[in-house]
């Protein structure tokens, strides 16, 4: 998607070679004009499955705006997002994984409520983000113990050298990411 690329390397920040920040216009401050054509970008990759969708799933916070518009561009779905909580919280109203958060560099509790995920659901996993996979793999391992379907997952940015869409590739996901960036060094980003 060439008007994100566009604005990616002209307002991302690198930190270092692991980190993007694109906090002006996806991350803190929000262009909701370039969201609405994210969703749609988002609407025509997966047009052959469109009008099968019935929800999308994301993990708080940053996915949420992201999946949002997204949904608009799918017949108004509504969006689950899983939300972050100590493991000490588990209880059976909701469905649990552990995931690995490489920014923070801790494990995180994601959890979804039962009652908001039903067996038969057929789902798109939507997040700003893919870099090492765990955010979306702990969505794909509760949507399975929830009997959902994940059609496929969406990207706004993937960093490709962190492995994550290799991951989900393997286990038979189709991935769509709207700009892959190959690699971030010397405060330059590049693309695939
Ligand atoms: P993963 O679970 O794929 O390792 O990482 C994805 C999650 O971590 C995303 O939901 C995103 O919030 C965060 N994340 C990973 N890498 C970056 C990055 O380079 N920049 C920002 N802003 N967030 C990131």
Sequence with gaps: MDV???????DGVALGTEILKVDSFLNHRIDVGLLAEI????????????????KILTVEASGIAVAAF???????VPVVFAKKAQPSTMDDEYF?????SFTKRQMTAIRIAKK???AG?????????L??????LGLLHIARQAGAEVLGAGFV?????????AKLREKGVRVESLAVVREIKDGQITFE
């Design 4 to 10: 994100l690329k566009q604005r990616i390397v002209r």
């Design 39 to 54: 969703g749609a970008e988002f609407r025509r990759r997966f047009s052959d499955v469109a009008g099968e969708v019935d």
């Design 70 to 76: 997204a949904a608009r561009s799918f017949d108004d």
């Design 96 to 100: 649990f994984s552990e995931i690995m």
């Design 116 to 118: 908001f995920l039903a």
């Design 121 to 129: 659901d057929r789902c798109l996993v939507i997040d700003d983000f």
């Design 131 to 136: 870099a090492h996979g765990q955010a979306a």
């Design 157 to 165: 940015i993937e960093k490709g050298f962190q492995g994550g869409g």
